[in-house]
């Protein structure tokens, strides 16, 4: 079942409270486990369920389908990205480690 557009709004809003939050840009910043991506992800919003650390390689590749990016205060570059029929994907690159978050569908 994809994601509604509802829900996809979630990416955007997630985004827009990193970038007002110095204290959240910087403990991302020092992320390097999945399981603390997950805890820091779902204190700001509950609907994104799925994340993954993602490789360097993947996080920069050029995307199909660019929908937004920049650049947060501590230096975190971001993008959503829209997966070829499917859902939107936010990547991060942080100072430890790389993800990508999005919402898991049904």
Same mark, same amino acid.
């Given at each position: 079942?994809?994601?509604?557009?509802?829900?996809?709004?979630?990416?955007?809003?997630?985004?827009? *409270?990193?970038?007002?939050?110095? =204290?959240?840009?910087? +403990?991302?910043?020092?992320?390097?486990?999945?399981?603390?991506?997950?805890?820091?992800? +779902?204190?700001?919003?509950?609907?994104?369920?799925?994340?993954?650390?993602?490789?360097?390689?993947?996080?920069?590749?050029?995307? =199909?389908?660019?929908?937004?990016?920049?650049?947060?205060?501590?230096?975190?570059?971001?993008?959503?990205?829209?997966?070829?029929?499917?859902?939107? *994907?936010?990547?991060?690159?942080?100072? =430890?480690?790389?993800?990508?978050?999005?919402?898991?569908?049904?």
């Amino acid at each position: 079942m994809p994601v509604s557009a509802e829900a996809e709004v979630a990416l955007p809003r997630f985004v827009e *409270v990193v970038r007002q939050d110095e =204290k959240l840009q910087n +403990q991302l910043n020092e992320v390097d486990e999945i399981e603390t991506l997950r805890g820091l992800v +779902q204190a700001v919003e509950p609907s994104l369920t799925g994340s993954a650390l993602i490789p360097l390689e993947q996080a920069t590749r050029s995307p =199909k389908i660019l929908v937004d990016s920049g650049l947060t205060d501590q230096e975190i570059p971001w993008r959503l990205l829209r997966c070829t029929g499917g859902p939107l *994907v936010l990547q991060m690159i942080c100072r =430890k480690a790389n993800f990508a978050i999005w919402i898991e569908s049904c």
